[in-house]
């Protein structure tokens, strides 16, 4: 099965808007690919709809069970520096140890790598049209 590490800003837009982000996790709560999460990755998630988007805590953890739920949690041990914004390679050191396939973001400096070892890096667009159930 295809396996999908979702960046902050999929998850994030997926909850507030409708479109390419919303599709992603919609699919990967339906069970056609794994969603593959860290806990710095919930933990950011957390963070930005508490302080940017000031979600009531409840909501907040309504949604981390959601997560939790519909995707396999990952503790990565393993360490890169491979992206120019640091706080970025959460996401590819989950990637990474929870051998996903893809890399779901928005993020133009993740984007910019088009790949990392055999883990493709797509935009939301990208996922829907070119990932294999």
């Known amino acids: ?25 919609r699919r990967g709560i339906l069970g056609e ?9 919930l933990d950011e998630v957390a963070e930005k709809l508490r302080n940017k988007f000031q979600l009531p805590e409840e909501a907040i953890q309504e949604l981390m069970d959601i997560l939790l739920t519909y995707s396999h949690v990952v503790q990565p041990s393993s360490k890169f520096d491979v992206v120019r914004d640091k706080s970025d390679n959460k ?14 973001t928005g993020d ?4 910019a790598l088009k790949e ?3 883990i493709k890096i797509v935009t939301a ?4 049209t070119s990932s294999p159930p």
């Not at 099965?1 to 919303?22: C, E, H, Q």
């Not at 690919?33 to 990755?41: D, L, N, R, W, Y």
């Not at 667009?125 to 829907?128: D, P, Y």
């Open 91 to 104: 996401i590819i050191e989950c990637a990474f140890d929870g051998q996903a396939n893809y890399i779901v």
């Open 116 to 118: 990392f070892r055999w």
């Open 1 to 25: 099965m295809t396996r999908a590490v979702l960046d902050t800003n999929i998850i994030i837009s997926s909850i507030f808007w409708k479109g390419k982000p919303y599709e992603v996790v």
């Open 33 to 41: 690919f794994k969603i593959v999460i860290s806990p710095e990755i």
């Open 125 to 128: 667009k990208e996922f829907l």
């Open 108 to 111: 133009p400096d993740l984007l």
